[in-house]
Each structure stands twice: as structure tokens, then as C-alpha cells.
């Protein structure tokens, strides 16, 4: 039993900032790869940015510059700042995680429910 709850998403005019939130919950023995993707109307799902567990950090191209993923191990969370919203980053954004629930690594992959962020012109 492993739930991710995102808060932080809202409304913001273009050029703002929001942070996105992640707590992980539940059996949890460790966390490998926590993620951000996000789906916009009409598209497919996109990975946003990464961040493994020993904190190296990947990034799309369209984000690079303007988004920061980190991660505090103590609270199972994940962050996503991002700075210079533009329309185009309008979006739902789902946390993603590898969970380890135990010492023999039982493994699984886990998804939020989703926090809306809308970006206005």
C-alpha cells in the first residue's frame, strides 16, 4: 500500500511561479526514481523532469532552465519549482515514484492522482 499525494498546482499568470509538492505514503523501505510528468488537453502524457536517489536530475528540453526537481529522503517527497510559467507548460502533472517496499526490494512504480496547473496569457 503506497499512495502519492501533489499539491501546490493552481492558477498563475504567465511569467509566476508554482511549487509542486509530492508526498510519498504507505510500506516504503526506499525510493529509487521520483518523477514529474505531466498530460496537456489533446496530448499524450510527457515526462517533465527526474531525479534519482542520489539526487541527479534529468530534465525535458521545453523545461530546462525554468523547472528545478529535488528531493528530501526524510519525507518521502518530491518537489517540482517552477519559474517562468509560459501557457504552454498548462497541464495536469502526476508524481511519479519507484518504491522498494521492502528489504528484498519489492519493487513497484506509483502514480498521484493528478494537480491541475493552469498558466494564463
Known amino acids: 500500500q503506497v499512495q502519492l499525494v501533489e499539491s501546490g498546482g493552481g492558477l498563475v499568470q504567465a511569467?509566476?511561479?508554482l511549487r509542486l509538492s509530492c508526498a510519498a505514503s504507505g510500506r516504503i523501505?526506499?525510493?529509487n526514481t521520483m518523477a514529474w510528468y505531466r498530460q496537456a488537453p489533446g496530448k499524450q502524457r510527457e515526462l517533465v523532469a527526474s531525479v534519482s536517489s542520489g539526487g541527479s536530475t534529468n530534465y525535458a528540453d521545453s523545461v530546462k532552465g525554468r523547472f528545478t526537481i529535488s528531493r528530501d529522503n526524510a519525507k518521502n517527497t518530491v518537489y517540482l519549482q517552477m519559474n517562468s510559467l509560459k501557457p504552454d507548460d498548462t497541464a495536469v502533472y502526476y508524481c511519479n515514484a519507484d518504491i522498494n517496499s521492502s528489504r528484498w526490494s519489492t519493487r513497484g512504480v506509483y502514480w498521484g492522482q493528478g494537480t491541475q496547473v493552469t498558466?494564463?496569457?
Open 15 to 17: 511569467g509566476g511561479s
Open 29 to 31: 523501505f526506499s525510493i
Open 119 to 121: 498558466v494564463s496569457s
